[in-house]
């Protein structure tokens, strides 16, 4: 592992209104915009936010190296709401 990865979420009316993903990951630029993009307007279920993450970041380009699997940040999105 890098170290830390760490998901900020505003969330209002039970959906994710804005995401930040930080920290010591390595990744293209594009695919971190595309999960934060895939989790906003998303609604604050456990089960869909894992879903939307792995989709966004489903190419081979789209390797996150810091994380086990990226549905970490799904978790971690779902986490900051609950």
């Known amino acids: 592992?890098?170290?830390v990865l760490e998901v900020y979420a505003a969330c209002e009316g039970?959906?994710?209104t804005d995401v930040r993903v930080c920290g010591d990951v390595i990744a293209p630029s594009a695919t971190?915009?595309?999960i934060e993009a895939s989790l906003r307007g998303a609604p604050v279920?456990?089960?869909d936010l894992v879903r939307r993450v792995t989709e966004a970041a489903a190419?081979?380009?789209d390797a996150v190296l810091g994380v086990r699997s990226?549905?970490?940040i799904g978790e971690?999105?779902?986490t900051a709401c609950a």
């Open 76 to 78: 971690l999105a779902y």
């Open 1 to 3: 592992m890098l170290g």
């Open 59 to 61: 190419e081979e380009a």
């Open 14 to 16: 039970g959906r994710i």
């Open 70 to 72: 990226v549905a970490t």
């Open 45 to 47: 279920d456990r089960a």
């Open 32 to 34: 971190i915009a595309r």
